[in-house]
Each structure stands twice: as C-alpha cells, then as structure tokens.
C-alpha cells in the first residue's frame, strides 16, 4: 500500500540525497593530511581516495541512470541511499588504505543513483506540484552547488573535532533521512520490466555497460596522469575500447546507449558539448583560483576558502532567478544570456593579473557564481526537454558525466599553462583560454534549439 504522494517532501528527499555526491567529493580534501600520517602515504598514493571517487562517479552515473529507466526511479534511489549507508558504516573500520579507496568507489556509486533518479521523477512531481519542470530542477541544482560550497567548511570540522572517520559517518543519517523522505512521499514508480532474473541480465546489455566503464575508466585516468609510465597505453587502451563500445552498441538490440538514437538527437548532443566545456571553463576557476592566491598572493588556505565562499553563495541565489526566467523567456534566451555574462566575467579575471586585492578577489568570485547558476540549471533543463521521459535517467547520468570531463579538462588545461606554479603571468594564459573555450560555448549555445516532437 503507497503512501499519498508529497510533492514538497519528495523533492527535498531527493535534493539531500543528489547533495551527497558533491558534498562527498568536496570535503575529503580537508581530510588529505590526516590519512597521510594515519596510514603513512606520500602525496600520490593518498589522492587515490580523491580518484577513486571521482572515477566511480563519472562512469557510474549514466550506469546508474540506465537502471533508473528501466527499473524505477524511486527503487533505484532508495537501493542507492541504502547502499551508501551500509559503506559509511563500514567504512571506518578498514583496516588499510586500499579498502579504504575501494569503500569510497562503492559509496560513489550508491551516491551517483541520486542524481539520475530525481531527474527521471522530476516530471511526475512537477505535475503534482503544478509547476515548470524547471522548478524542482533548480531545487536539485541549488542542492548540488550548496553541497559542494560548504563541504570544505564541514570537512574542517568534522576533521577538527572527530576524525576522518566522521566524513563517513556523516552520510548514514543523511542517506537514511533522504531514504525515508522518499519511501515517504515520492510517486509510485511505473511498471517497468517484467520478467526472470535472468532475461533481465540478457537483456541489460552487460558487455556494452562494461565496456563503456572499461572506456571512460582509461581515458580519465590517462587525463589524469594517474599512472605516468602508462599514460599513452590506457589512453590507447581506451580509444580501442570506446570503438569496440560503439561497435556492440549499434548492433545489440536493446542497447545500453542507442548511439543512433543519440546521433539523430541533435539537441542532446548540443547540450552535452556545450555544458561540458562551459564546464571547463568554470572549473579553470574553482581549482585555479585557490592556487593563484596561495602561490602567488600568499593567503593561507583557510582564507582562500572564506574568498571562496562568494562564488558558490551567488551560484545559489543566481539559480531561482534562472528558472523564473527560464519560464518568462524559454531555456535558449536564458542559456545565451548566461553565456555571454560568462564571458564578460571571464575577461574580467584578467584584473587578477595586477592585483589580488581581498576585495577585488571577493567582487570577482561573486561575479563567477551568476553565469555558473544560470548556465548550469538552462544547460539541466536544456538536457531534460531534449529527452523522452523514458531516457531521462541515463541522459541525466551523462549529462553529470559532462560535468567531470570539464573538470579533468580544467585540470589538465592548468597543468599545461602552470606546470611550474599557478603565478599572474600563468593566469593571463588561463585567462586566454578560459576565452577560447567561453567562445566554444557560445557557438555550441547559437546551434541549439529545443526539440518539438
């Protein structure tokens, strides 16, 4: 027997538990250190519980968003809260690193069903609500932006106070809190598959979901660097799989990843390009910053996050004002505008080439979080009016992996142009392609049009 549909509860069970993943992935830095000492690592072995994660999560999401489709939504949420409660619990008693890293891959995992599942339930809801589907989605949006901005702040305290062992035992009541919420109040999920366990594993495509991990794994990794001597190989390694990916998916029937489909799905593409090197660009930001003003402006870590702060707090409050927006002007106005603010705010970093004044830093930052909320919950939305309800939750999960391909490209990027420190004449070289790729962005964001069938 289901309980009555709740839309207000729903939505907030589903917005604790999309906030996890980026809360997750925020906070550990704050713990480096300590794991260091704890269990006696170098600086390289120890970002492996950074990695772990971040990989985990890249090609778990769409992963996670297919079983969303096809099994239910709200059954796919609660198995994934479940699953990272069960983790956190465990999670401290590891008795070594490697378990450690393998306890935050698994966790990634429970945490990526969040995302993808509340899009796939977003429609349902906003009918009951009687709103725009642009509505909830901001509320998922905010929920991710102010997950990943106060994750540090919280990561210091629990680190401070409790242990490293706190950042795990943290997400049991959340997990189970948004679990409940969602058991709760959340639509009912529609009859999806039928049939035995083992016509579901024939039918699941197993080979092509493998394949495509295998692929996203390598070449993340050779972006990475994560094992330098290897690097060209698992580049290679995964192009050769990507090929053998796209081969078995254009002739199993039915696919993981309908790559004719996809390709007949212009918008989606768009859509996909477009948020990924929007992505890139806002990354530049969040992981250069940081380092300009430690390296070249001397403030201690500590400042630089209070600097910091602005940037997610105007992402948060930029985010309703889009989607009323959104609503008055339609997605592509709104998605152009945020882009050209973008820009603008972009070829004002340069500024930060003469001065690294606090106030300059804090207007600057400030300024970064108005294009990012705005082109950030467009792009979601973009994605969500490109797509049938009965793909949302893997295109949700690739349009999350979009996110991670611009970061490892910010990162990589930053390497290039400041292999020797992140100082003012490197940043006038981040600034230049920050440039190039806001005008990637705006070419992609003219081609897009919204679908009309």
Do not use: H
Not at 25 to 33: E, K, N, P, R, T
Not at 144 to 172: K, Q, R
């Amino acid at each position: 027997m289901s309980n009555k549909p709740r839309p207000s509860l729903a939505l907030a069970g589903l917005s604790l538990g999309a906030s996890l993943n980026p809360l997750n992935s925020s906070m550990i830095a704050v713990a480096l250190v300590v794991l260091r000492a704890d269990f006696g690592l170098d600086v390289a072995a120890v970002t492996w519980v950074v990695t772990s994660f971040y990989l985990a999560s890249a090609a778990g999401q769409p992963v996670m968003g297919r079983l969303a489709d096809r099994f239910g939504p709200r059954r796919m949420f609660m198995l994934g809260m479940g699953l990272v409660a069960v983790t956190c619990v465990l999670a401290p008693l590891a008795p070594n690193f490697a378990l450690l890293c393998v306890a935050r891959a698994v966790m990634a995992l429970g945490t990526a069903t969040a995302y993808p599942s509340a899009v796939v339930m977003v429609g349902a809801i906003a009918q009951q609500a009687r709103v725009e589907s642009a509505k909830p989605l901001g509320r998922l949006q905010m929920a991710n932006t102010s997950a990943a901005a106060v994750g540090p702040v919280v990561g210091g305290l629990l680190v401070g106070f409790v242990g490293w062992e706190a950042l795990f035992l943290i997400n049991v009541p959340l997990a189970v809190a948004a679990l409940l919420m969602v058991r709760q109040a959340a639509p009912a999920d529609e009859v999806r598959e039928r049939g035995s366990v083992a016509s579901l594993l024939r039918d699941s495509d197993l080979p092509g979901i493998l394949a495509f991990i295998g692929a996203l794994l390598l070449v993340m990794m050779a972006a990475l660097n994560v094992a330098p001597g290897y690097r060209w190989w698992m580049l290679a390694a995964g192009t050769a799989l990507a090929g053998l990916f796209a081969w078995r998916e254009l002739r199993f029937s039915p696919p993981f990843l309908d790559l004719r489909l996809l390709g007949r799905n212009k918008p989606l593409l768009l859509v996909y390009l477009g948020f990924a090197v929007f992505s890139s660009v806002y990354y530049f930001v969040f992981f250069g910053l940081p380092q300009l003003l430690q390296e070249a402006g001397g403030y201690a870590p500590g400042v630089v996050g209070l600097l910091m702060l602005p940037l997610a707090t105007m992402s948060v409050v930029a985010t309703p004002w889009a989607v009323k927006a959104i609503g008055k002007f339609g997605v592509r106005r709104v998605l152009i505008a945020g882009v050209v603010l973008l820009s603008a705010v972009a070829g004002l970093k340069w500024l930060l080439t003469g001065t690294l004044a606090i106030p300059v830093v804090v207007v600057l930052a400030a300024l970064m979080g108005i294009p990012y909320g705005t082109v950030s919950i467009a792009s979601n939305q973009g994605m969500f009016v490109s797509t049938r309800p009965q793909e949302r939750g893997v295109a949700a999960g690739i349009f999350q992996t979009c996110r991670y391909v611009g970061a490892i490209t910010a990162t990589v990027l930053i390497g290039v142009f400041a292999g020797g420190g992140v100082d003012q004449a490197s940043w006038a070289r981040m600034v230049l392609a920050m440039l190039v790729l806001c005008a990637v962005t705006f070419g992609v964001t003219l081609l897009w049009r919204q679908r009309t069938d």
